[in-house]
């Protein structure tokens, strides 16, 4: 069996929120955005909603990857709210494959927690974050399966 990268796993999971997710604002579709977009994954057809897209291949979860934290930085200190996020948890139990995904409206500073990648890796000391306390937030379930 070919083992399947975070990165692929991540565009799946983009694709699943298009197909399984209407816009949380209008009801519309969410359509994905141009690879490489700044801070959002998804968007609305319909409305200006857009929001940043995580898959996780796991129950879910307080702690999940988030992205580089340049960009993150500069949009909070301009004063903007971090966008909102929408989690696509999937997970194996008993041979059934399960699915869950999470509409978070509201994700403050609190919950983003800055690391630097080593000097090993191959973006050496790159400045990262990830979400954090995702247990402790309001969210509304989407999509269950």
Do not use: H
Not at 27 to 42: A, C, I, Q, R
Not at 65 to 77: H, N, Q, S
Not at 90 to 99: A, G, L, N
């Amino acid at each position: 069996m070919q083992k399947v990268s975070n990165k692929k796993w991540g565009d799946i999971g983009e694709l699943e929120i298009v197909d399984l997710v209407e816009c949380p604002n209008c009801g519309k579709s969410l359509m994905l955005l141009p690879p490489n977009y700044p801070l959002y994954d998804v968007q609305c057809t319909g409305c200006s909603f857009r929001a940043q897209v995580k898959t996780n291949r796991s129950k879910p979860k307080a702690q999940i990857f988030g992205a580089g934290w340049a960009i993150m930085e500069k949009v909070l200190k301009s004063g903007f709210l971090t966008p909102p996020l929408i989690t696509n948890f999937r997970w194996k139990e008993k041979e059934e494959v399960k699915q869950e995904i999470r509409f978070y409206p509201f994700v403050s500073k609190q919950n983003l927690k800055k690391y630097q990648l080593p000097p090993t890796v191959k973006r050496a000391n790159y400045w990262m974050f990830n979400y954090v306390g995702l247990d402790k937030l309001p969210y509304f379930v989407v999509y269950k399966k």
